[in-house]
């Protein structure tokens, strides 16, 4: 796609620009939007930070696009957003990084605006990005926190919503149970806001003594319900919307359980898998698996509890605790 609006662009060269950006000018380009997608969120500490930097052109004419204070040249054959393009404040920092206590951020470590800068040309309804380390410029990010980042290029001429850059040791959970002990690693990419739920449930010590009050024989163990019988919900009745991925449901997968199939209705009870469930597929949100050898064999010396006729295990199945712990780092790093 990117090759097209290059090829576009450099056909309609000799045409007057639809627009340009002053370095002084804060005027908004018509047509010009501006985004920026964080790869992950949040990202492991000591891992990079991967941001997403794009600009499309919703208009129904090419525009032209050049980096305040940089004498104009003809592009070269690329298929990216040129980085002057990301860094083009102008008077004014293009990109501001804000902390939770206020100190802002706004000049880019080892990169200064070049004499001369190449043209973008956007043909109609397209758009050009490119994905940059942002560790690279702003070395805070290297230190845990949340920063407010914002992105206002062409000397102010575009702009987007303000991202949260989130850089946390990630976590994983341990369940304690009197068979044994299970050790969570979360999928982060795959399902955000159910990882956040559960982090905030276990962090809040919601889990601990609960039980696991559900078991088919070969298939699944089921629990985290508050009243005990696959009835109950988060206790502020907080419901989360599906987050169907691609992950396998497999012995180990951790889902999100559903009240009567209902894709919204997903609160704070999951399920744990026993084995390969093909349809189960794209149907429930996997948000987390079972690590290491000692969590697989808990898990089978749980599933292995007689059971009554309604699938109610036949003695009491305790979470006797739930707690956080950080994440090895070479887990953090291998996440897919």
Known sequence: MARGILLLALTALAAPPTAAADEGSASPIPGVH???RLKSCPTPVG???????YIENGGNEPIT???????PEIPAPEMALPLPHIFSGGT????????????????PTGYRRPPRAPIL?????SSVGSMIDLREYFPVLRNAGQYRLAWRPYAGGASCDNVLVHIAALKQAEIITDDGKMLLRFFYDDAPNAVANFLDLAKSGFYNGRTFHRLEPGYLLQGGCPRGDGT???????????????RPHQKGTVSMALLDDDPESASCQFFICN?????WDGKYTVFAEL???ESLATLDRLMATPVDEGGRPTRSLYMRSVRLVDSPSDFAAASP
């Open 34 to 36: 501006c985004h920026v």
């Open 47 to 53: 891992q990079p930070v991967w941001a997403y930097f």
């Open 65 to 71: 696009l050049t980096v305040p204070g940089s004498e």
């Open 92 to 107: 004014s920092p293009a990109i501001v990084l804000t902390t939770e206590a206020g100190r802002r951020f706004d000049e």
């Open 121 to 125: 040309m956007l043909a109609a309804r």
């Open 232 to 246: 109950g919900i988060r206790l502020d009745g907080k419901r989360l919307a599906a987050e169907i991925n691609s």
């Open 275 to 279: 084995t390969r469930q093909k349809d």
């Open 291 to 293: 690590v290491g050898e």
